[in-house]
C-alpha cells in the first residue's frame, strides 16, 4: 500500500475522530472507540492536542508520498524532530503494511494468497504500538524477560509462525528507546 494510500485512510480516521470530538465525545470516549481501529491513547491525544505538528508532519508525508519515499527514508527525515508522537503515529501509519514490501497483485484465483505478510520488523512496531507505553517516570521500568514473554504472547495470538529471537527483539527496542542497562529500558510500561 502506498504512502499516499495509508494517509487517505488515515485522514478520513482524523475527520472521524474530529467528527466524534464536535459531538461531545470526551477523550476517555475517544481512546475507548478509537482503540477499534488500533488508535492508542498517545495517538488520540496528539490529534486532540497538538493539531499544528500534526498537520505539519502531515503536510511532510504527503510530500514524501509525491516523490514515493520508502519508509526508511521518511523516517530518518522525520527523526530530526525526536519526538514520540510523531514516532507514534508514524508506526500507526506503517503498522499493518510497509510500502517497501507490500504491493497486492490482481489474481483471478485467489487474491487473498497472494497478499504477502507484514515484515517482521513492522510486526515489531505493530506491537511495540499496541503493547509498550513511553512514559515520563523513571520508576517506569520494563525487563528484556519480560518484554519478551509479552511479545511471545501477543505473537501466538496472532501468527502461526515461529517466534523471532529474544536477540532480535532487544535489538530493536534498542533502537526504537536507546540502549538498555542491565537489560532493562525505563519510562516504558506494558499494556498488556
Not at 470526551?26 to 488500533?38: A, D, G, R, W
Not at 491525544?45 to 498537520?55: G, I, S, V
Not at 524532530?81 to 508506526?91: E, F, T
Not at 517506569?140 to 523471532?164: A, T
Request: charged share 25%; aromatic share 10%; proline share 2%.
Amino acid at each position: 500500500m502506498s504512502l499516499a494510500t495509508l494517509l487517505t485512510e488515515f485522514s478520513f480516521d482524523l475527520e472521524t475522530i474530529d467528527l466524534m470530538s464536535s459531538l461531545g465525545r470526551t477523550s476517555k470516549q475517544l481512546v475507548n472507540e478509537m482503540s477499534q481501529l488500533s488508535f492508542n491513547n498517545n495517538l488520540v491525544d496528539f490529534t486532540q492536542n497538538d493539531r499544528r505538528r500534526l498537520n505539519s508532519v502531515l503536510l511532510r508525508l504527503q510530500i514524501y508520498a509525491e516523490q514515493k519515499l520508502d519508509e526508511t527514508t521518511v523516517r530518518t527525515h522525520l527523526k530530526s524532530l525526536n519526538n514520540d508522537n510523531v514516532n507514534n503515529l508514524l508506526n500507526y501509519i506503517y503498522s499493518l503494511y510497509s510500502t517497501d514490501t507490500l504491493e497486492l497483485e490482481v489474481n483471478d484465483s485467489d487474491p487473498i494468497a497472494d497478499m504477502e505478510e507484514p515484515s517482521e520488523s513492522n510486526r515489531f512496531d505493530t506491537f511495540f504500538q499496541e503493547c509498550v507505553e513511553q512514559t515520563t517516570e523513571s520508576t517506569d521500568i520494563v525487563k528484556s524477560s519480560e518484554f519478551y514473554s509479552s511479545f511471545s504472547n501477543w505473537w501466538n495470538n496472532l501468527y502461526d509462525n515461529e517466534i523471532p529471537d529474544k536477540k532480535e527483539l532487544k535489538s530493536y527496542l534498542n533502537d526504537k528507546l536507546g540502549k538498555s542497562t542491565k537489560n532493562t529500558w525505563n519510562k516504558v510500561c506494558l499494556t498488556v
